[in-house]
């Protein structure tokens, strides 16, 4: 019994480490403003901070539970911690923008290099993240 139960807790611990080791993965996303055309967004607004969303190239990192989008042009980085999506990837983060705003990170189902949606908490500016083909 206890050897039984000794096996089924180590093939478990041994499928969890592979599952977090998978989730591990870097792209490069072009963002797109998705309401560009509103006067207030059109300035390349990005969670208070002059950015330019234009086809802008970000450097997109997730390392377990951590995902980190850089932007190339600026160097500039925001880091989100991602246990609050459901299990089958979906969901919203919250995020911390220099001046401590939040903004937000919305992901549909899936895992790895996909889309997401950008939103903050003082415009309506969206923009969408879209990994680089």
Known sequence: ????????????????SHISSAADTTWVAV??????TSPYCAGGQFTGQQVSLGQAD???????????????????SFT???????????G?????DDKNREFYLTFDTGSGARPFLVTNSITPCRSV???KT
């Open 129 to 131: 993240f879209t990994p």
């Open 80 to 90: 989100l911690d991602l246990k609050a999506l459901q299990p089958d990837g979906s």
């Open 1 to 16: 019994m206890r050897l039984g139960l000794f096996l089924a807790t180590l093939i478990g611990l041994a499928g969890a």
């Open 58 to 76: 970000w450097q997109v990192d997730i390392k377990g539970n951590t995902l980190t989008f850089t932007s190339r042009a600026t160097n500039r």
């Open 92 to 96: 919203k983060v919250v995020g911390k």
């Open 31 to 36: 963002s797109t403003l998705e309401n560009g």
